[in-house]
Protein backbone atom coordinates (compact mmCIF):
# COMPACT_ATOMS: atom_id res chain seq x y z
CA UNK A 1 0.00 0.00 0.00
CA UNK A 2 1.00 3.30 -0.30
CA UNK A 3 0.21 5.31 3.08
CA UNK A 4 0.13 8.58 4.51
CA UNK A 5 1.53 9.06 7.74
CA UNK A 6 0.80 11.81 10.11
CA UNK A 7 3.02 12.92 12.80
CA UNK A 8 6.14 10.45 11.20
CA UNK A 9 8.68 12.69 12.69
CA UNK A 10 7.19 11.32 16.19
CA UNK A 11 8.36 8.63 18.53
CA UNK A 12 5.31 6.25 17.75
CA UNK A 13 5.22 7.33 14.53
CA UNK A 14 8.66 7.38 13.11
CA UNK A 15 8.47 3.44 14.48
CA UNK A 16 5.30 2.98 12.45
CA UNK A 17 7.06 4.32 9.48
CA UNK A 18 10.31 2.23 9.66
CA UNK A 19 8.04 -0.70 10.03
CA UNK A 20 6.10 0.07 7.11
CA UNK A 21 9.01 0.69 4.64
CA UNK A 22 10.62 -2.58 5.77
CA UNK A 23 7.39 -4.28 5.17
CA UNK A 24 7.38 -3.07 1.81
CA UNK A 25 4.52 -0.16 1.65
CA UNK A 26 5.49 2.95 0.43
CA UNK A 27 4.98 5.69 3.30
CA UNK A 28 4.49 9.66 2.84
CA UNK A 29 5.40 10.88 5.82
CA UNK A 30 3.47 14.45 6.86
CA UNK A 31 4.89 16.04 10.27
CA UNK A 32 4.80 20.04 10.64
CA UNK A 33 7.89 19.37 13.27
CA UNK A 34 6.81 20.64 16.38
CA UNK A 35 8.92 20.20 19.32
CA UNK A 36 8.77 16.90 20.01
CA UNK A 37 9.14 15.81 16.51
CA UNK A 38 12.33 14.56 15.12
CA UNK A 39 13.64 13.32 11.98
CA UNK A 40 16.70 11.87 13.20
CA UNK A 41 13.93 9.35 13.89
CA UNK A 42 14.10 8.39 10.25
CA UNK A 43 17.52 8.06 9.53
CA UNK A 44 17.63 4.55 8.55
CA UNK A 45 14.65 5.50 5.84
CA UNK A 46 15.55 8.93 5.09
CA UNK A 47 17.20 7.81 1.46
CA UNK A 48 14.28 5.02 0.85
CA UNK A 49 12.71 5.25 -2.39
CA UNK A 50 10.07 4.50 -0.80
CA UNK A 51 9.86 7.02 1.47
CA UNK A 52 8.82 10.67 1.43
CA UNK A 53 8.21 13.97 3.54
CA UNK A 54 5.60 17.10 3.47
CA UNK A 55 5.89 19.57 6.09
CA UNK A 56 2.63 20.25 6.74
CA UNK A 57 0.57 21.00 9.59
CA UNK A 58 -3.20 18.99 10.34
CA UNK A 59 -4.77 22.13 10.89
CA UNK A 60 -3.77 23.53 6.95
CA UNK A 61 -6.67 22.14 5.26
CA UNK A 62 -5.10 23.22 1.85
CA UNK A 63 -1.81 21.73 2.41
CA UNK A 64 -3.52 18.54 3.75
CA UNK A 65 -5.63 18.45 0.09
CA UNK A 66 -2.17 18.77 -1.90
CA UNK A 67 -0.84 16.44 -0.12
CA UNK A 68 -3.62 14.08 -0.91
CA UNK A 69 -4.09 15.03 -4.76
CA UNK A 70 0.08 14.99 -5.12
CA UNK A 71 0.35 11.53 -3.54
CA UNK A 72 -2.97 9.57 -3.73
CA UNK A 73 -2.72 7.26 -0.63
CA UNK A 74 -4.64 4.00 -0.59
CA UNK A 75 -4.66 4.80 3.25
CA UNK A 76 -4.04 7.34 5.72
CA UNK A 77 -2.64 6.73 9.28
CA UNK A 78 -3.53 9.05 11.60
CA UNK A 79 -0.92 9.66 14.57
CA UNK A 80 -0.35 13.51 14.56
CA UNK A 81 -1.12 14.77 17.94
CA UNK A 82 0.02 16.99 21.16
CA UNK A 83 0.36 13.96 23.72
CA UNK A 84 2.58 14.71 27.11
CA UNK A 85 -0.65 15.22 29.77
CA UNK A 86 1.47 17.59 31.50
CA UNK A 87 2.15 19.89 29.19
CA UNK A 88 -1.83 19.96 28.30
CA UNK A 89 -2.38 20.85 32.23
CA UNK A 90 -0.06 24.08 31.65
CA UNK A 91 -1.56 24.94 28.06
CA UNK A 92 -4.44 23.00 26.48
CA UNK A 93 -5.01 25.40 23.50
CA UNK A 94 -2.73 23.63 21.48
CA UNK A 95 -3.93 20.03 22.41
CA UNK A 96 -7.44 21.45 21.36
CA UNK A 97 -6.46 22.82 18.06
CA UNK A 98 -3.83 19.70 17.03
CA UNK A 99 -6.18 16.89 18.52
CA UNK A 100 -9.53 18.36 18.08
CA UNK A 101 -9.33 21.14 15.01
CA UNK A 102 -6.72 19.18 13.47
CA UNK A 103 -8.66 15.46 13.11
CA UNK A 104 -11.89 17.51 12.03
CA UNK A 105 -9.74 18.78 9.11
CA UNK A 106 -7.81 15.69 8.15
CA UNK A 107 -11.61 13.72 8.38
CA UNK A 108 -12.79 16.99 5.79
CA UNK A 109 -9.71 16.33 3.40
CA UNK A 110 -9.98 12.55 3.45
CA UNK A 111 -13.83 12.49 2.67
CA UNK A 112 -12.85 14.64 0.02
CA UNK A 113 -9.93 12.72 -1.50
CA UNK A 114 -11.96 9.40 -0.71
CA UNK A 115 -15.08 10.92 -2.65
CA UNK A 116 -13.32 12.57 -5.53
CA UNK A 117 -10.74 9.42 -5.93
CA UNK A 118 -14.54 7.42 -6.49
CA UNK A 119 -15.35 6.20 -2.74
CA UNK A 120 -12.74 2.75 -3.35
CA UNK A 121 -13.56 0.15 -1.69
CA UNK A 122 -10.01 -0.51 0.04
CA UNK A 123 -9.25 3.12 1.56
CA UNK A 124 -8.94 3.54 5.18
CA UNK A 125 -8.37 6.37 7.39
CA UNK A 126 -6.86 5.03 10.66
CA UNK A 127 -7.43 6.96 13.43
CA UNK A 128 -4.69 6.06 16.66
CA UNK A 129 -5.60 7.37 20.09
CA UNK A 130 -5.03 6.38 23.60
CA UNK A 131 -6.25 4.12 26.25
CA UNK A 132 -6.50 7.60 28.93
CA UNK A 133 -10.05 8.16 26.90
CA UNK A 134 -11.31 5.47 29.52
CA UNK A 135 -10.60 7.25 32.80
CA UNK A 136 -9.10 5.50 35.45
CA UNK A 137 -9.68 1.60 36.36
CA UNK A 138 -9.70 0.38 40.08
CA UNK A 139 -7.44 -2.62 41.38
CA UNK A 140 -9.51 -5.05 38.92
CA UNK A 141 -10.35 -4.78 35.77
CA UNK A 142 -9.67 -3.86 32.27
CA UNK A 143 -10.38 -1.45 29.05
CA UNK A 144 -11.99 -2.88 26.26
CA UNK A 145 -13.73 -1.22 23.13
CA UNK A 146 -17.11 -1.29 25.27
CA UNK A 147 -15.88 0.74 28.08
CA UNK A 148 -17.39 4.36 28.47
CA UNK A 149 -14.99 7.00 27.54
CA UNK A 150 -14.26 9.07 30.80
CA UNK A 151 -10.98 11.13 30.17
CA UNK A 152 -9.69 13.10 32.92
CA UNK A 153 -7.05 15.86 31.05
CA UNK A 154 -6.98 18.26 28.80
CA UNK A 155 -5.36 15.85 26.58
CA UNK A 156 -7.40 12.93 27.14
CA UNK A 157 -10.56 14.67 26.53
CA UNK A 158 -9.24 15.93 23.44
CA UNK A 159 -8.28 12.34 21.87
CA UNK A 160 -11.54 11.16 23.05
CA UNK A 161 -13.30 14.23 21.15
CA UNK A 162 -11.04 13.29 18.31
CA UNK A 163 -12.34 9.41 18.85
CA UNK A 164 -16.16 10.79 18.21
CA UNK A 165 -15.43 12.53 15.34
CA UNK A 166 -13.90 10.21 13.51
CA UNK A 167 -16.75 7.39 14.78
CA UNK A 168 -19.17 10.28 13.30
CA UNK A 169 -17.39 10.83 9.98
CA UNK A 170 -18.11 7.53 9.46
CA UNK A 171 -21.50 7.08 10.35
CA UNK A 172 -22.67 10.24 9.00
CA UNK A 173 -20.75 10.21 5.63
CA UNK A 174 -19.50 6.37 5.38
CA UNK A 175 -15.79 7.51 5.98
CA UNK A 176 -14.23 3.68 5.86
CA UNK A 177 -12.27 4.65 9.35
CA UNK A 178 -10.11 1.88 11.52
CA UNK A 179 -9.74 3.03 15.43
CA UNK A 180 -6.93 1.67 17.85
CA UNK A 181 -6.47 2.91 21.79
CA UNK A 182 -3.41 1.73 22.90
CA UNK A 183 -1.06 1.52 26.47
CA UNK A 184 1.92 3.68 27.27
CA UNK A 185 4.46 3.16 24.79
CA UNK A 186 8.04 3.09 24.98
CA UNK A 187 11.41 1.84 23.58
CA UNK A 188 13.81 3.49 20.91
CA UNK A 189 13.31 7.15 19.45
CA UNK A 190 11.31 8.10 22.99
CA UNK A 191 11.02 11.74 23.04
CA UNK A 192 13.34 12.75 26.69
CA UNK A 193 9.88 14.26 28.64
CA UNK A 194 8.26 10.88 28.84
CA UNK A 195 8.90 8.70 31.99
CA UNK A 196 10.89 6.19 30.71
CA UNK A 197 13.37 8.16 29.37
CA UNK A 198 13.75 10.75 31.65
CA UNK A 199 14.34 7.73 34.21
CA UNK A 200 17.04 6.21 31.69
CA UNK A 201 18.77 9.65 31.26
CA UNK A 202 18.71 10.99 34.98
CA UNK A 203 20.20 8.00 36.00
CA UNK A 204 22.63 7.46 33.78
CA UNK A 205 23.85 10.96 35.36
CA UNK A 206 23.54 10.66 38.76
CA UNK A 207 20.74 13.43 39.12
CA UNK A 208 17.27 12.67 40.99
CA UNK A 209 14.62 10.76 39.26
CA UNK A 210 11.26 12.07 39.80
CA UNK A 211 8.43 9.74 41.06
CA UNK A 212 4.94 11.18 41.63
CA UNK A 213 3.06 10.34 44.52
CA UNK A 214 4.10 7.29 45.77
CA UNK A 215 4.69 5.71 42.32
CA UNK A 216 1.94 3.25 42.34
CA UNK A 217 0.19 4.21 39.46
CA UNK A 218 -0.58 1.30 37.11
CA UNK A 219 0.43 1.36 33.60
CA UNK A 220 -0.07 -1.52 30.81
CA UNK A 221 3.46 -1.05 29.03
CA UNK A 222 3.68 -1.58 25.22
CA UNK A 223 6.85 -2.04 23.51
CA UNK A 224 6.70 0.59 20.52
CA UNK A 225 7.74 -1.80 17.44
CA UNK A 226 5.38 -4.22 18.64
CA UNK A 227 2.48 -1.20 18.56
CA UNK A 228 3.83 -0.60 15.06
CA UNK A 229 2.95 -4.36 14.23
CA UNK A 230 -0.32 -3.80 15.52
CA UNK A 231 -1.11 -0.23 13.77
CA UNK A 232 -0.32 -2.28 10.49
CA UNK A 233 -2.24 -5.32 11.00
CA UNK A 234 -5.45 -3.36 11.74
CA UNK A 235 -4.93 -1.01 8.44
CA UNK A 236 -4.23 -3.86 6.31
CA UNK A 237 -7.32 -6.04 7.97
CA UNK A 238 -9.19 -4.05 10.11
CA UNK A 239 -12.52 -3.49 9.40
CA UNK A 240 -14.32 -0.22 8.82
CA UNK A 241 -15.97 1.27 11.11
CA UNK A 242 -14.50 -1.07 13.76
CA UNK A 243 -11.98 -0.46 17.12
CA UNK A 244 -9.00 -2.21 17.91
CA UNK A 245 -7.64 -1.84 22.03
CA UNK A 246 -4.00 -2.21 22.00
CA UNK A 247 -1.99 -3.55 24.72
CA UNK A 248 1.33 -4.67 25.95
CA UNK A 249 0.18 -7.34 28.32
CA UNK A 250 2.60 -5.88 30.91
CA UNK A 251 1.07 -3.97 33.46
CA UNK A 252 3.24 -2.73 36.46
CA UNK A 253 3.03 0.09 38.65
CA UNK A 254 5.23 3.18 38.11
CA UNK A 255 7.52 2.88 41.04
CA UNK A 256 8.51 -0.97 40.24
CA UNK A 257 9.13 0.57 35.99
CA UNK A 258 11.57 2.47 38.04
CA UNK A 259 13.68 0.11 40.10
CA UNK A 260 13.52 -2.42 36.65
CA UNK A 261 15.28 0.38 34.90
CA UNK A 262 17.72 1.70 37.96
CA UNK A 263 18.76 -2.30 38.15
CA UNK A 264 19.10 -2.60 34.07
CA UNK A 265 21.42 0.41 34.34
CA UNK A 266 23.10 -0.63 37.36
CA UNK A 267 23.99 -4.44 35.36
CA UNK A 268 25.12 -1.89 31.78
CA UNK A 269 26.92 0.44 33.36
CA UNK A 270 28.05 0.26 37.10
CA UNK A 271 27.99 3.51 39.42
CA UNK A 272 29.62 3.82 42.67
CA UNK A 273 26.08 3.15 44.04
CA UNK A 274 22.67 1.39 43.44
CA UNK A 275 20.68 3.99 40.90
CA UNK A 276 17.49 3.25 42.98
CA UNK A 277 18.95 5.57 45.91
CA UNK A 278 18.59 8.47 43.15
CA UNK A 279 14.53 8.31 43.27
CA UNK A 280 13.01 11.32 44.41
CA UNK A 281 9.17 11.28 45.01
CA UNK A 282 7.46 13.91 43.98
CA UNK A 283 4.05 16.51 43.96
CA UNK A 284 1.74 14.11 42.07
CA UNK A 285 0.47 15.59 38.71
CA UNK A 286 -3.36 16.51 39.45
CA UNK A 287 -6.05 14.18 37.98
CA UNK A 288 -3.18 11.62 38.22
CA UNK A 289 -5.25 8.48 36.93
CA UNK A 290 -4.20 5.39 38.97
CA UNK A 291 -4.43 2.59 37.18
CA UNK A 292 -5.17 1.52 33.16
CA UNK A 293 -5.30 -2.05 32.13
CA UNK A 294 -5.81 -3.10 28.28
CA UNK A 295 -8.30 -6.30 27.27
CA UNK A 296 -6.82 -6.91 23.80
CA UNK A 297 -8.70 -10.17 22.90
CA UNK A 298 -10.60 -8.16 19.90
CA UNK A 299 -7.57 -7.82 17.95
CA UNK A 300 -5.97 -10.97 19.38
CA UNK A 301 -9.53 -13.33 17.73
CA UNK A 302 -9.81 -10.95 14.64
CA UNK A 303 -6.61 -10.11 13.42
CA UNK A 304 -3.71 -12.89 15.07
CA UNK A 305 -2.03 -9.46 16.91
CA UNK A 306 -0.19 -10.57 20.26
CA UNK A 307 2.42 -8.21 21.73
CA UNK A 308 5.67 -10.59 21.43
CA UNK A 309 7.83 -8.58 24.11
CA UNK A 310 7.97 -8.70 27.55
CA UNK A 311 8.45 -6.09 29.75
CA UNK A 312 11.82 -6.83 31.22
CA UNK A 313 13.12 -7.45 27.40
CA UNK A 314 11.49 -4.32 25.97
CA UNK A 315 13.45 -2.75 28.99
CA UNK A 316 16.46 -3.92 28.46
CA UNK A 317 16.54 -3.30 24.60
CA UNK A 318 15.25 0.20 25.94
CA UNK A 319 18.36 1.01 28.10
CA UNK A 320 20.37 -0.29 25.34
CA UNK A 321 19.54 2.05 22.65
CA UNK A 322 19.65 4.99 24.87
CA UNK A 323 22.91 4.04 26.07
CA UNK A 324 24.41 3.37 22.29
CA UNK A 325 22.77 6.68 21.02
CA UNK A 326 23.77 9.69 23.21
CA UNK A 327 23.99 11.47 20.15
CA UNK A 328 20.22 11.50 19.26
CA UNK A 329 19.06 12.53 23.07
CA UNK A 330 21.94 15.19 23.63
CA UNK A 331 20.49 16.93 20.48
CA UNK A 332 17.48 17.30 22.06
CA UNK A 333 18.50 18.65 25.55
CA UNK A 334 17.50 22.31 24.57
CA UNK A 335 13.97 21.25 23.30
CA UNK A 336 11.07 23.71 24.86
CA UNK A 337 10.37 22.22 28.22
CA UNK A 338 12.69 19.64 28.90
CA UNK A 339 14.39 19.04 32.18
CA UNK A 340 11.48 21.29 33.53
CA UNK A 341 8.77 19.89 35.59
CA UNK A 342 5.69 20.19 33.75
CA UNK A 343 1.87 20.29 35.33
CA UNK A 344 1.73 21.84 38.47
CA UNK A 345 -0.27 25.28 37.23
CA UNK A 346 -3.47 23.49 38.36
Known amino acids: MKLLVTGGAGFIGSAVVRRAIADGH ?19 VADDPCYSFVKADIRDRAALDAALARHRPDAIMHLAAESHVDRSIDGPASFIETNVLGTFHLLEAAR ?16 VSTDEVFGSLGAEGQFTEATPYDPRSPYSASKASSDHLVRAWHETYGLPVVMTNCSNNYGPFHF ?14 GRPIPVYGRGENVRDWLYVEDHADALLAVIRRG ?17 DLVRMICALLDEARPAPSPREELITFVADRPGHDLRYAIDPSR ?14 E ?14 WWQALRDRAGLGQRLGLSA
Open 112 to 127: AYWQAEGQPEGFRFHH
Open 239 to 255: APGRSYNIGGENEACNI
Open 26 to 44: EVVNLDALTYAACLANLAS
Open 192 to 205: PEKLVPVVILNALE
Open 314 to 327: GLRRTVAWFLDNEP
Open 299 to 312: IATELGWRPSVTLE
